[in-house]
C-alpha cells in the first residue's frame, strides 16, 4: 500500500476537563489514516513540551487557534509527501520545523497529536492494531496498571498535598485480572468513604475525592481498602505520586492540609516512613523537580526495594534519564509522549531506560480524551507498566479497555507483565 501522507489536518476538540485541545487525522495516498488527540497535564515540569494555548478571553485562555495554525500553515505542507512509515524521519522534521528546544513555536500538543496520527495511520496501512505493528516479531507482554484511588493535588484543587494515591494488582496473572482487582478496591475504596460520610465525587482522573484532614489518612484508608477487597499486600500494593514539585521548591516542603513544613532530609523521613508502614513499591516524584540531591539520597534510602519514578523531575527526557542515572536519581521513569512532543523522542527515552534497567511507565495526563494509543505504546514497546489514572470516567476506561481488547487479539500467547515489570530485587 501507498503509504504517502496525503494531507495533515487539525481540528479543536474537548478534553476530560472540558477545555479545548487538539486532534491531528492523518490521510495516506493508499487510503489508510490515523488520528491523535493531545492530553494535557495540569502538575507540569517546568522542562515539558510546551503546551501551546492562545491566551486572552476566550475559553479562558486555553485556546487552540495557533496550535491549528501551525499544523496547517507549517506542519501540513512539510509532510505531505512523506512516508508515514517513517516515524523517525516523520518526527525530525516536526523538530527542525520547531527549532526551539521545547517546541514553543509550533506547540508540543500540535507535535504530539500529529506523531500519534501518522504513527497510527502507518499501523492502519498494514492493517494491524497499533501495538502489533510496534512489536514485530519480539514477544511483547500487557502492561501491570498502576490506577488512581484517590486523587489530590492539583487534581482535586489541592485539597490534600499529595497527588495520587494509586493500587498496582501485582499478583494479577492477566491484565484483565489486575482490573478485576483494581475495580474491587475502588469500589471498597468508595464504600469505606461513603461509611465515613465523606464521600462527595471524584477527582480529575476519576479517583475519590480527598476528604481528608492529613496526607497520611488515605494511606490508611487504601490499605484498608485492599483487606476490604480480600487481597492480600503481596497481589494489590500500593504505589504513590507525590508529585512534590506542586508544593516544595528550594529545599522546603509546606504541606497545606496539615500546616507543616519540613527541609529535604525530615520529608525524605516523613515518606519513608510511610513505605514502612504501609505496603507502598513505588513513589513518583518523591521530591521537587529542582531537588537532585534529594531525590540521590531518597533514591539511596530506598531504592533496593522501591521503584522510584522521575515524572517532573524527567520530563520524558532521554539525556535527563541517562544523567540521573549517573548521578543515583531514580530508578524509573515515567513515559509521557506529549511531555516531550513526538512519539520518537518519547521511544528514544524509553530505550535509554531500558538500558539502564530501569522501569517504564507509559502514562496519560490528567486531562485526557478518548484516544488509546499510549495503551499500544506500553504493550508494543513492552514497558510492563502502565498508568492511566482512575477506574472511573470514559476517557479512562476507554485506555483499560482497550488492554482488554489487546489481551484477546494476543489470544493464547497473552503475557502479562506483573510485578516483574518493577526494578527492584524484591519488594519492600
Ligand atoms: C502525573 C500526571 C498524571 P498531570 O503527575 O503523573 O497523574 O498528572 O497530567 O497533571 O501532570
Ligand atoms: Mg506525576
Not at 122 to 149: N, S
Not at 281 to 299: K, N
Request: one cysteine or more; glycine letters at 10%.
Amino acid at each position: 500500500m501507498n503509504t504517502r501522507i496525503m494531507s495533515v489536518r487539525g481540528r479543536r476538540i474537548w478534553d476530560s476537563r472540558g477545555r479545548p485541545t487538539v486532534e491531528v487525522d492523518v490521510h495516506l495516498e493508499g487510503g489508510a489514516w490515523g488520528r491523535g488527540m493531545a492530553p494535557a497535564g495540569a502538575s507540569r515540569g517546568s522542562n515539558e513540551a510546551i503546551d501551546l494555548r492562545d491566551g486572552g478571553r476566550e475559553q479562558a485562555g486555553f485556546g487552540v487557534q495557533g496550535a491549528l495554525r501551525a499544523i496547517s500553515e507549517v506542519i501540513a505542507p512539510a509532510l505531505i509527501g512523506m512516508d508515514a512509515r517513517d516515524q523517525d524521519a516523520v518526527d525530525m522534521e516536526l523538530i527542525a520545523l520547531d527549532g526551539t528546544p521545547n517546541k514553543a513555536r509550533l506547540g508540543g500538543n500540535a507535535t504530539i497529536a500529529t506523531s500519534m496520527a501518522v504513527i497510527q495511520s502507518a499501523a492502519a496501512a498494514e492493517k494491524m492494531p497499533l501495538w502489533q505493528y510496534l512489536a514485530g516479531d519480539r514477544p511483547v507482554r500487557l502492561p501491570l496498571p498502576e490506577v488512581q484511588i484517590f486523587g489530590g493535588g492539583a487534581h482535586a484543587g489541592q485539597r490534600i498535598d499529595i497527588q495520587d494515591f494509586l493500587v498496582m494488582p501485582i499478583g494479577a496473572e492477566s491484565f484483565d485480572e489486575a482490573l478485576c482487582m483494581a475495580s474491587d478496591v475502588y469500589r471498597a475504596a468508595g464504600e469505606l468513604m461513603a461509611a465515613l460520610g465523606r464521600r462527595s465525587g471524584v477527582a480529575d482522573e476519576g479517583g475519590w475525592w480527598p476528604e481528608f484532614t492529613s496526607n497520611e489518612e488515605p494511606l490508611e484508608l487504601l490499605t484498608r481498602a485492599i483487606e476490604r477487597a480480600g487481597y492480600r499486600h503481596d497481589q494489590v500494593a500500593i504505589s504513590l505520586d507525590i508529585a512534590a514539585s506542586e508544593f516544595g521548591r528550594n529545599g522546603r516542603y509546606r504541606l497545606a492540609v496539615e500546616r507543616r513544613e519540613f527541609d529535604t532530609a525530615e520529608w525524605i523521613d516523613v515518606v519513608t516512613r510511610w513505605i514502612r508502614r504501609y505496603p507502598i513499591v513505588s513513589v513518583e516524584d518523591p521530591v521537587a523537580e529542582d531537588d537532585s540531591a534529594g531525590m540521590r539520597a531518597f533514591t539511596d534510602a530506598v531504592g533496593d526495594s522501591v521503584q522510584v519514578i522521575g515524572d517532573d523531575f524527567l520530563v520524558t527526557s532521554a539525556e535527563r534519564v541517562s544523567a540521573a542515572a549517573v548521578a543515583g536519581q531514580c530508578n524509573a521513569v515515567l513515559l509521557k509522549p506529549n511531555q516531550v512532543g513526538t512519539i520518537t523522542e518519547t521511544r528514544r527515552t524509553m530505550e535509554t531506560a531500558r538500558r539502564l534497567g530501569w522501569g517504564m511507565i507509559v502514562s496519560a495526563r490528567s486531562g485526557e480524551t478518548e484516544d488509546t494509543t499510549i495503551v499500544h505504546l506500553a504493550t508494543g514497546w513492552n514497558t510492563g507498566q502502565l498508568k492511566v489514572g482512575s477506574f472511573a470516567r470514559s476517557e479512562r476506561m476507554a485506555k483499560w479497555n482497550e488492554g482488554l481488547r489487546i489481551e484477546e487479539q494476543m489470544g493464547k500467547d497473552a503475557r502479562f507483565a506483573g510485578w516483574s515489570a518493577l526494578p527492584v530485587r524484591s519488594l519492600a
